[in-house]
């Protein structure tokens, strides 16, 4: 008798096999998504480090604090801090973003946009950088 097709006892080794891949590969894709997502918030902060920066220099060296130029988006040293968004970093080009303005976390693809930070002139002319809350907001800006 000539009869195609495959009997049940093949049908359920062929699945039997794809389980067994699965259960191999999937934990080693979802520690590789994961460990992407990581590199892309390090990425994240270290870009808003450097764009903080270049916002406080532009400030205070530049003509960034002209609000007739630059209204809401104008800054103003207070002390040797300037409080802002992460929002209006990207807003003034300072920060990086798509074509939106909007600064996405990458651990959880919330928008971060409105997250207030406070950037600092350090004595010894370095920058830091520090959250001022916010639930979705990053609590540190520290590289690690």
């Known amino acids: 008798m000539n ?58 060296y530049g003509d960034l604090s002209d609000t007739e130029k630059y209204g809401i988006y104008a800054c103003q040293i207070d002390g040797s801090s300037i409080t802002t968004t992460l929002g209006n970093l990207a807003s003034t080009g300072f920060l990086k973003t798509d074509s939106s303005k909007k600064i996405i976390n990458p651990d959880d693809n919330s928008d971060i946009s409105d997250c207030s930070i406070t950037i600092t002139k350090n004595n010894d002319l370095t920058y830091s950088v520090t959250s001022n809350g916010g639930s979705d907001c990053p609590s540190t800006y520290e590289v690690e």
């Open 3 to 60: 009869r195609k097709g495959f009997t049940l006892i093949e049908l359920l080794a062929i699945i039997v096999l794809i389980g067994i891949v699965g259960v191999i590969t999937v934990p080693s894709v979802l520690d590789a998504v994961r460990s992407s997502r990581s590199a892309s918030y390090q990425i994240l902060i270290k870009n808003i480090n450097i764009a903080a920066e270049n916002y406080y220099m532009e400030c205070e």
